[in-house]
């Protein structure tokens, strides 16, 4: 794929479905047909043109994915006046008929746009003041009377995010750096904690080589040996979670 | 700490002393008396910049956090009362009649209260959202437990986030150390540091970047002044259903803000358009005020730290964004001196940044 192919794939990941970028660049023409003000009119449309020649550049595209971050270019549209244009644009054609107007947008936005509170499941009504899953609080709590200072915790891939921002004191033989393979660090521990069975013995030798004490592991998640017979010991279910002591340290 | 020190200490930090501050930057800035908004706003591009100034060598250094805390409290003390004294010489002077301009609702007709009650009513749900609802982050495993590193051990980004291993100090993210200003505020408040970033900061920061956002809009319609309140209407209908993808800059803005890079173009970057449209509007005149023209650079200059203690990538943006806009209005204008000058004003930027690419 050509650079300038790239970067109208970042464009099209940005704007997803929505009609907003739609509705900027209808802003734009209107107000370099209509609009007078110079001021307004040399930052608002000469500016964007001017934005735009420097993001569909594919010289800018080569040096940002280079010396910046390559994966996230999509991060340069953030510089486009968008709600500002269509705002400024918007204020001007509802200016004598605000309900109809406002009504208007409201009803190009629900149909057009997407309420940024649902673009994730993971977004939901929070549980503490901490926005931290509660279980993952609970986990951490009981994790916090366990001998923290010389071993280590192993836990499941949801909360490796979380647990550490509520709780600096548990230390983790693989972190969050886990969760993009494209980091292309991926360790063994981690693959065997997301497996979709519990393998007991092949997490004993990972535990033993990384001084990790303690597991969390999902409850009901399917077992395929005994853990007691490979030096586990269930210590407490919480949250939804077991944690297991291993007794080979 | 009770609950009424707590909301005691984060109006203190994130309202008294942005404001007196605030006073210094718009002393070349604006005519008096100086508008509320303003001060406010600049007055956090300034506490930025200075925590910025302090933070990252004392981070290179190895200080500790509470030395960082004791000497940006004593920064910010020094620039308040200054700000303070330069007010009251004003007044004394009679430059200025009294403290500040407040918006006057008697000149308002029934539709611009209406309008901006819906404004009120949009903004006021978004914060409340941002306080009972929780969007997570997977970011959040680093900046968040930075903070709480900080106030807990100390300690300034010599240990690993993810897993809590010490390590080799990480240089490049702290020289955008926004994660110890969060630290700062969960020191002084004791608080711990991801109720700081969820669950306070947002009650803050989404009003400042509207207020960003107004003094745009204050500007674009200068000699229309009803079309303010549609236009803030509009913004925040716009950053509430911009949730088109993960990436968009309104996904970030209400459910990151904590976030550095969040607040660098949800906050910032308006305020680089509000000082843009200013030099827009002051350098196309005949008669060009050279103090108004050194006001909008020296703050400028200003903002471009305050980004870097925000985000490298966000600096990045801002920097070309800056560029951009002053190369057009350089055109325009016909004036070749406004990018020139402008480049000036970018130094900070490129220093941080060079700092970024070669640690």
Redesign the interface.
Known sequence: MTLLGKIFGYYSQYTGMSILMSLFFVALAYVALKDKNRNNKTIILYGTVGILFLIFNPLLYYVYSTYVDAGSYWRVFWILPMAIGIAYVGAELVKDHRITGFLLLIFALFLGGKLVYTISPEFKFATNEYHINQSTVDVADYLDTLDLDHYMVAVPYEMLADIRQYNINIRMPYGREQYDEKWGIRTGFFELMIADNVDFSLLADKCRFNNTKYLVINAGKPQLDDPGENGFTLLKSVGGYEIYEYMGI | MAIAQIVVCFIFWLVLAPFCVGILPTFFLEKRPRHLGTTYMLGWVLTCAVFQLIAVPFIIKGYFLSDLVRSFMICMGILSISGLIVQIVDIGNGVSDKWIELPSLKKMSR?DI??WI?FGVLMIFQMV?S????????D???Y??HA??ST??ETMYRM??????IGAPDYRHALAPFPMFIAFLSKRSSL????VA??VLPLFLIPLSYLA?YK??S???ED?R???G??????A????????????????F??RIWQG?SLV?SFM??VV?YL??LL??HS?KQYVSKRRIFGIYFVMFIANIACALMSS?GL???L??TF??M???SI?NKKLWIVLTGLITMIPGFIFMGLY?FM
């Open positions: 539709a209406v309008t819906i959202m306080y009972i609802y929780m969007t997570p982050d997977g959040d495993a680093y968040i437990t709480q590193i807990q051990l690993d986030a993810y897993t809590g291993i711990h540091a991801a109720i969820h669950s956002y745009v809009g500007l674009l319609f229309n009803e079309k303010i549609p236009f803030m209407v509009i913004i209908a716009v950053s509430m259903f911009g949730g088109a993808s993960f990436y968009t800059k309104e996904t970030f209400l459910t890079k173009i970057i308006p358009t843009l449209l827009a509007k196309g990538l990045f943006l801002v070309m964004y951009v806009m190369v057009v209005i325009r690419v």
